[in-house]
């Protein structure tokens, strides 16, 4: 039998939840703008704006807005031109849709284990698996924290091999004072609810190479070259490849212009909570054994979440209820994927990520949004902290 839920007695402080979407700026007006000027579909002027605006931070060849970051990796999928045997690396910390989208076109996985300091690829661990099936490697970076993106380049060496991003978590974060998102041939961002850009649901693939263009554009269109009849290069268009409905509507597009627009605030508050959880945690941090997040000198962080790693399991699932029960709604993240039924079903072979495993175990997050304020902020550390007291050793 389910236990009930606790209900709030008066008097409780309120709940701070995990995450709380907020408005920056103009989503509401420029919604209004969309609807009133009739295109609210995909491929209007408010998409080509968030486009040019993203196209422009990175340098890009070109940009395409899609439904969600998963789809801007399924179109790197199609993008790869699959042949029989091809295998793709991925990490196996890391959400589904990293790895689902290339088993979806075919591609087999090969799952590999994270370092423990930045939470990111470990170069060593991925050179190790590079064969003559490799076509890609997925780089995540964590919580907008690079991978080791020096290491990876010298385990692909000059190998035929592809670097993609999967850059859900740090858009506008820099490696070496470049961004991320410039260093693969393709590179994907998120605009779920959760991140710190948001319009619900949303995605974007970014081309850094300006031989992708034309296909990306007929896979966004559905298989057709769309995009070739409107730019008056053909007088009609018609089916030519593979392909689906990826384009992200007028609407979505119309609030998420209005968040990019605020990037600098966002990013500057987002900064504040992550500097102040640092702040609090830190000068306890050793004594009980918790290993806070580490940026590489002269790197800029997404600041997208912050997290904790407890010695192990067992301290972090009491640490967690005990934090939920005092209404601070911390969570834990991914189930590694090596070892999930669909991991093993898509994998080209078993391999070992300890490293992922333990981590797994061990990694809280605690709440961290646009609108945290400093007293929620403070209130969260403490939680932890004091559930961390009285956890025993």
Not at 47 to 73: F, K
Not at 338 to 359: I, K, L, N, Q, Y
Request: contains cysteine; glycine residues 8%.
């Amino acid at each position: 039998m389910t236990k009930p839920t606790a209900l709030p007695t008066p008097g409780d402080p309120p709940r701070i939840p995990f995450n709380r979407p907020t408005l920056a700026g103009n989503e509401l007006e420029y919604m209004r703008r969309a609807v009133e000027g009739g295109h609210t579909a995909a491929a209007g002027p408010f998409t080509r704006r968030v486009a040019s605006l993203l196209s422009e931070a990175h340098e890009a060849a070109d940009v395409i807005l899609t439904t969600s970051c998963t789809d801007a990796l399924e179109m790197s999928a199609l993008l790869l031109d699959r042949r029989p045997g091809d295998t793709v690396v991925v990490p196996s910390f890391t959400f589904v849709s990293t790895a689902l989208a290339f088993a979806r076109e075919g591609f087999r996985l090969v799952f590999a284990d994270i370092e423990p300091v930045h939470l990111g690829l470990d170069a060593a661990h991925v050179a190790s698996l590079l064969d003559e099936h490799t076509r890609a490697v997925v780089a995540v970076h964590y919580g907008g924290i690079a991978v080791d993106l020096p290491g990876l380049a010298t385990a692909l060496g000059d190998r035929p091999i592809d670097l993609l991003e999967d850059n859900a978590h740090g858009l506008f974060a820099t490696c070496g004072g470049r961004l991320l998102g410039t260093f693969g041939r393709l590179a994907t961002l998120s605009f779920h609810e959760t991140k710190n850009f948001t319009c619900g649901e949303g995605g974007a693939l970014l081309l850094n190479r300006a031989a992708d263009v034309d296909r990306a554009h007929i896979l966004l269109h559905k298989g057709t070259n769309r995009r070739a009849f409107m730019l008056g290069e053909v007088d009609k268009y018609s089916w030519q490849d593979l392909g689906s409905s990826f384009g992200l509507s007028e609407i979505n597009a119309a609030f998420l212009l209005a968040q990019l627009e605020a990037r600098e605030a966002i990013l500057t508050r987002r900064r504040q909570v992550f500097e102040s959880y640092d702040r609090l945690l830190r000068p306890e941090a050793a004594a009980h054994g918790l290993t806070l997040p580490d940026v590489p000198a002269g790197d800029l962080p997404g600041y997208h979440l912050y997290y904790v790693l407890l010695p192990d399991r067992p301290t972090r699932d009491r640490v967690l209820a005990a934090m939920r029960a005092a209404g601070v709604m911390a969570t834990f993240h991914y189930v590694p994927l090596h070892s999930a039924p669909g991991g093993r079903r898509f994998a080209a072979r078993p391999t070992d990520c300890p490293v992922t495993e333990e981590v797994s175990g061990r990694l809280l997050r605690l709440p961290f949004y646009n609108t945290l304020g400093p007293a929620e902020v403070e209130r969260s550390a403490e939680a932890l902290l004091a559930a961390c007291r009285r956890s025993p050793a």
